[in-house]
């Protein structure tokens, strides 16, 4: 993970840009999402807007989306193989430079995180993230989220592998470093071989993704997922 963001900001100082805007790959976006981003994004103050979303699991909240301001990253600044890498690079900006951070509006969801998951990736959301949170809120929402899936699709793979995900994270700890897909995939294919994951298996909190799902991984398999809320941004690919 530490390379593909240092990847960006390499491409972004080494061709002149003044802002490296980068997204998630799993985040949907507004129409008006980066014009928004950018807006917040004073060059004099800032080092780095963050985009406010709506995520699956821990509702509004950082959406995936940030803008880097380039002049003050430059070639200096890249994220380093740590846990929570990207506090990290934060709290070194911040104590060179006495910057901030600038944030969307809350009242504004302007991305949806995640709206469909597979096995893999709730398996390595939970055994890398889970030991990353200190407050017991953010923990009982990530716990929330499986129990009230499983209720629903109690033989559903993929959330069945984010309970997994959540047993291995609980009784080994945390990850060491940035989250890395070797260390993740070694531990999933230990965990979850008895599952006989074939990839097409997903869980998608609303419905409204339930066919997207299916198109994205050309599978016929299925879940019943949660009534959605209605101030849920249920954002159209």
Known sequence: MTDSFNAALDIAWENGCDVLVHTASDVLLERRAISVLLDTLDMNDHYLAIARGYDAIHGISSGGLWAFNMGVLQDRFRFRNVFKQDLDLCARIEAETNLSRSYTPKSEALTYHHPIWTARELYGKYRYSYPKYTKEKTRDN?????????MRNPGNKALLAGARGLEAAES???????????????????????LQISGKEFYVKHGFYLGLARGVLD???????????????????
């Open 172 to 194: 080994r700890g945390a990850m060491g470093g940035a989250k890395a897909h070797e260390q993740v995939e070694e531990e999933f294919e230990r965990d979850c071989g008895d």
């Open 142 to 150: 990530m716990k929330t989220f499986l129990t009230n899936g499983l």
């Open 219 to 237: 599978s016929d398999y299925s879940c019943v997922p949660e009534p959605p809320e209605s101030s849920t941004p249920l954002i159209r690919p």
